[in-house]
């Protein structure tokens, strides 16, 4: 059974840091790509960041980019999306999504709420 249980969540003030981390399980982790999505209410799902299944070349939104960092542990089975200098626009359900080109396959997790409010 496939599971991508996100945690790390919480309320943190602006300028503040926040580490999520997604457990993965039931697939071969090494193989997928991994992703971190977010969505903000009334928002369409956005692409915070990509790593590639050897951690090579991480890729990030613009609106993120110097202040986040994905990476993963391919012997703990889990990708990380560290956010530093977090700000009110960061406030989001962050989601986990583990993608394979072929076969296809694509896997999300439930979600965790970050909410960056003084």
């Known amino acids: 059974q496939v599971q991508l249980v996100e945690s790390g969540g919480g309320l943190v003030q602006p300028g503040g840091s926040l580490r999520l981390s997604c457990a993965a399980s039931g697939f071969t982790f090494s193989t997928y790509a991994m992703k971190w999505y977010r969505q903000a209410p009334e928002k369409e799902r956005e692409l915070v960041a990509t790593?590639?299944?050897?951690?090579?070349?991480?890729t990030y939104a613009d609106s993120v980019k110097g202040r986040f960092t994905i990476s993963r542990d391919n012997g703990k089975n889990t990708v990380y999306l560290q956010m530093n200098s977090l700000k009110p626009e960061d406030t989001a359900v962050y989601y986990c999504n583990a993608k394979k080109l072929w076969p296809v396959r694509n896997y999300w997790g439930q979600g965790t709420q970050v909410t960056v409010s003084s």
């Open positions: 790593i590639s299944s050897t951690g090579a070349t991480p």
